[in-house]
């Protein structure tokens, strides 16, 4: 079987990668996130990127690279930059839906297949008690959307409509599918 490197620090995707069974290498692309644009653009785009700037170097392995972003009224929630941002926008999800997408690219020696899934996450209206407590854990910090579905925040959505992992930045069952058939055909 060929090597399969995630491009990518992101602890969420280590999980869900090692939950699907697939071994692999974990070597950070460190590309600049911008959301700058069309979100699904943009996301496709950084999915590329993070994958391209380490295939470049390991063009002999498999490389995946992802890219997870909230929006809320057309507008793209990243990770915010202080505390401040944190809680507006975690304020502005408060009692809403929005939309969360995470784009993938998969580059082999053989293929480049790239695909997004797409879910939409409710929050209960939330006390600016408990957005001060969350903040101050500092789970929000590196989260796309300033919350971790699968964390401490949580405790502030009230439904989500669609692939559960997508929302935590890797859809599970697409990326399965995809990683089987692209490690099968490169052997």
Same mark, same amino acid.
């Given at each position: ?144 959307? #300033? ?24 859809? #599970? ?15």
């Amino acid at each position: 079987m060929r090597l399969l490197i995630l491009a990518s620090e992101s602890k969420r995707r280590v999980q869900i990668l090692t939950m699907l069974g697939f071994k692999f290498l974990v070597i950070p692309s460190y590309v600049q996130e911008d959301h700058a644009g069309n979100p699904l653009l943009t996301a496709r785009n950084l999915a590329f990127k993070k994958a391209f700037t380490v295939w470049k170097d390991y063009k002999f392995a498999t490389v995946l690279g992802a890219d997870t972003v909230a929006i809320l009224d057309k507008k793209v929630l990243g990770k915010p930059k202080n505390e401040k941002e944190a809680k507006h926008m975690l304020h502005s999800l408060s009692g809403r839906w929005h939309k969360v997408i995470t784009a993938v690219c998969v580059i082999s020696p053989k293929v480049k297949v790239s695909f997004h899934d797409t879910a939409w996450v409710k929050f209960r209206k939330i006390e600016e008690e408990e957005i001060e407590e969350y903040v101050k854990t500092g789970e929000p910090m590196d989260k796309a959307g #300033a919350y971790a579905v699968q964390g401490i925040g949580a405790k502030f959505v009230e439904k989500i409509r669609g692939d559960f992992y997508t929302v935590m930045g890797l859809p #599970a069952s697409k990326t399965y599918r995809v990683l089987k058939d692209v490690l099968v055909f490169q052997e």
